[in-house]
């Protein structure tokens, strides 16, 4: 299944149900009275979590979700059906804004409960209704209110906690899939991971955590360039980065480089990128002449604590998850 995280659709509610102008016809029944009953209501839009939903690949193509209408009374004082309700499935992390205007409407990151986006509209009374000591035989009824209709755009933004960034080639999806059962594409050749991809870690205590793996960024980043902002978003909602740097790369006489490259993007992007907390890791230790590099980088870097390890053999990989499940703890 492909990745989609940005759809627009537009969604209708359910129109109500005219009310009906009937009188009770019986033999024997003198002057049996209005007996029409009332309109069904329109059934609701309704927005729900779907926590198995990963991608809003469903909504790609389509272009208008309407729920039923209701139906018009009937008489002997039958009431119509309620129109069936229009319910989206969506994903954790999911922004719903109006298309027209960008206003939000909900965030499905803290809305625990279905969400009704639009109600349909009710059903008009029938004649029976409108009867009163001094009109014994009204002939009017109402019809049904109609529906509302958006034009909705929905976003995701997924749900992490922790998110894994750096140049391409630093070695990510090797370190996601020692880490969990995720199991990436790994090439040796830019971009090899397309679409983020989130593992479940099970920590040696405390809840298993969610990491995505996002994919390589580089210069320029937040203008387009490259994969650009199309995943740059999903790291606003990791609670830690872990800021995995190839320390094969490492030129001794600008060891920062790389470390400064990823954080420039980030500040451009959003100051709350920025002021996430970072776990600095430097990967690929098993290759040769890598002593040198490590020793200059964590002199030149002085504020952040920094972390060493391999992903290709899982060398200090546990000790990554502990410390991670460690600063997860404490949030």
Known sequence: MKFVDE????????????????????????????????????????LKIDKGKRTLYDYRRLRLLKAGNGQPGMGKQRHGRNGDDCIL????????SNAET????????????????????????????????????????QPGIPGIEFKLKLELKLLADVGLVGLPNAGKSTLISHMSSARPKIADYPFTTLIPVIGMVDAPFGEPFAVADIPGLIEGAHEGIGLGISFLKHIERTGILVHLIDVSAIDKEDPLKPFQLINNELFKYSNTLAKKKQIVVLNKIDLPDTLEKIDAFTHALKNLP??????????GVKELVSFLASELHKE
């Open 7 to 46: 759809a627009i659709i537009t969604v209708r509610s359910g129109d109500g149900g005219r009310g009906c102008s009937s009188f009770r016809r019986e033999r024997f029944i003198e002057k049996g009275g209005p007996d029409g009953g009332d309109g069904g209501d329109g059934g609701n839009v309704i």
């Open 89 to 96: 499935l969506l994903p954790p992390g999911t922004i719903v």
């Open 306 to 315: 920094v972390m060493i390890l391999s992903a290709a053999t899982g060398k």
């Open 102 to 141: 960008n206003e939000i409407l909900v965030d499905l990151t803290h809305t625990k409960d279905d969400y009704v986006l639009a109600r349909g509209g009710m059903g008009g009374r029938g004649n029976k209704r409108f009867a009163t000591s001094t009109n014994r035989a009204p002939r009017h009824c």
